[in-house]
């Protein structure tokens, strides 16, 4: 990839935004010319369109949009986070890999006490969230707009993964999106 893309980051790409955030936002991968092109989660991707302006909408952004690692913006009691933290083979994640990368995601709950709300960007998020924290996989079913009660007083919230696919598709419109961050208002505020 570094030879092909010589400007790319194409590293492990860590997580963005409040390091003492009550609110984690938990998406899939870097996306191949997105944040394994620039370093940060959602930015230079389409589906950080639609996160980003969302997150600005609620409070959570200081800007709609985010287009470089070094653009100014800053994100307000959120943090971004993937389940696998570097780009995969075909830009879709094998389960080993999302079990191998398990490990860090488990570290980042651990070490951020303040969080009160997870959001899981699609199934594969979803699952990845339960396995962190030790959970079985069938206690908490996925399902769009859905609210689980975790262990130590979180909440995890489900929404489809703002892809374009799924924005192109209709599966998930700006409108249930926006629906989904008023959930995570309502438990933040």
């Not at 963005?16 to 010319?33: C, E, T, Y």
């Not at 370093?39 to 389409?46: E, K, S």
């Not at 130590?152 to 598709?169: A, E, F, G, K, M």
């Amino acid at each position: 990839m570094r030879q092909r893309h010589a400007g790319y980051h194409a590293l492990p790409v860590e997580p963005f935004g409040d390091a003492s955030a009550r609110f984690l936002i938990v998406g899939l991968a870097p996306g191949m010319h997105g944040a394994n092109r620039t370093g940060r989660p959602f930015t230079g991707d389409y589906a950080g369109i639609l996160l980003y302006d969302t997150l600005h909408r609620f409070g959570f952004g200081s800007r709609p949009e985010s287009v470089s690692r070094d653009d100014g913006l800053e994100l307000i009691d959120c943090r971004i986070t993937n389940a696998v933290k570097c780009l995969p083979p075909e830009n879709k994640p094998e389960p080993a890999e999302i079990k191998t990368c398990n490990r860090y995601l488990a570290d980042e709950l651990r070490a951020a006490p303040e969080v009160r709300v997870i959001l899981a960007l699609g199934v594969v998020a979803h699952k990845a969230v339960l396995m962190a924290l030790g959970l079985k996989q069938s206690a908490l079913v996925f399902a769009h707009g859905a609210r689980h009660e975790l262990p130590d007083d979180r909440v995890l919230i489900d929404s489809y993964h703002c892809s374009r696919y799924n924005t192109q598709t209709r599966r998930l419109t700006a409108e249930g999106f926006h629906d989904v961050f008023h959930l995570v208002r309502a438990e933040l505020d």
